[in-house]
């Protein structure tokens, strides 16, 4: 199959690179071209900006950073849908908004095009070893044709309903991690002053009550001191934006939620943006250097 893929960030590198290693033909584009340098010498083909990807592909995959992104990147008047012929299909795999998601069914079915809103959990590990939990919204016509693909990215993989659900299912994910990773930190932070070895600590942790892929992953990160992205703290601000958006407009409260949020806009004014989502660790033990 002919797929373009637009994005090829910490996520959407590997994901791609899993469908060029299944033996479909990929056409790809970034923003920077280098970051599509590993996917161009296993075969894929660069094109120079959206309209081209899906001139010259019959599914066209987007993960980009955020909803303004998506609308310019598929809805813009040099992106994907104005340049889509009947019978293609658009699958979007950013987090992003249910409505646009909805808005970008709804004008690709105008114009005889599929489109599915796939948003993915699991991290760069996730990515790399193909693992990924892939939530979709759409409809299931598509989804069973696009599942193949599905399944060369992801272990996980539910069609959750119509246009709009594969992304309330990932806000309902980012509302779970945000207060567990506070958990995470804490737990963590606690054990280092009291002289414990974080590693020791998450071996036992991990496999109880306790446990979570936050602990037992972004835990052992934090343990290692490694803050390298799996995915960034400026787009766990935007989900949690999202979430929070939606949950005002369903009159619904999430004050766990306003607490994370709140300590991960610290995170960006401490300057940590561009860190993992487990960054989180150096503004609680900000919080409590000892002078």
Request: glycine share 10%.
């Given at each position: 199959m002919k797929i373009g893929w637009i994005g090829t960030g910490v996520m959407g590198r590997s994901m791609c690179l899993h469908l060029i290693k299944a033996g479909h033909e990929a056409y790809v584009y970034n923003r920077t071209k280098e970051k599509a340098a590993d996917l161009i010498e296993a075969g894929a083909v660069w094109c120079d900006n959206p309209a081209e990807v899906a001139s010259k592909t019959d599914t066209i995959f987007t993960i980009v950073g955020y909803p303004k992104d998506v609308e310019e990147t598929i809805l813009g008047p040099n992106g994907v849908l104005a340049n889509c012929s009947e019978g293609k299909t658009i699958v979007d795999m950013t987090t992003s908004k249910p409505q646009l998601a909805e808005k970008i069914h709804a004008d690709a079915a105008a114009k005889g095009v599929d489109a599915l809103d796939a948003p993915v959990s699991g991290g760069d590990l996730g990515a790399r070893n193909a693992s990924l939990a892939i939530m979709v919204g759409g409809e299931k016509e598509v989804f069973d044709r696009v599942?193949?693909?599905?399944?060369?990215?992801?272990?996980?993989?539910?069609l959750m309903g119509g246009p709009g659900t594969g992304q309330h299912t990932k806000m309902s994910n980012q509302i779970l991690i945000a207060g567990t990773m506070i958990g995470v930190v804490e737990s963590l932070?606690?054990?280092?002053?009291?002289?414990?070895?974080?590693d020791e600590v998450i071996d036992v942790i991990g496999s109880g009550a306790a446990g979570s892929w936050s602990i037992n992953n972004l835990g052992r990160r934090i343990a290692q001191k490694d803050f390298d992205p799996g995915f960034f703290i400026k787009h766990f601000v935007k989900d949690m934006g999202i979430a929070l958006e939606e949950a005002r407009r369903m009159n619904l409260a999430l004050p766990g939620l306003s607490l994370a949020n709140q300590f991960y806009i610290s995170a960006m004014a401490m300057g940590y943006e561009n860190l993992g989502t487990q960054a989180l660790y150096k503004v609680f033990e900000n919080m409590n250097t000892q002078n």
């Open positions: 599942l193949p693909l599905f399944e060369a990215m992801g272990k996980t993989i539910q932070l606690y054990s280092y002053r009291a002289g414990m070895d974080l």
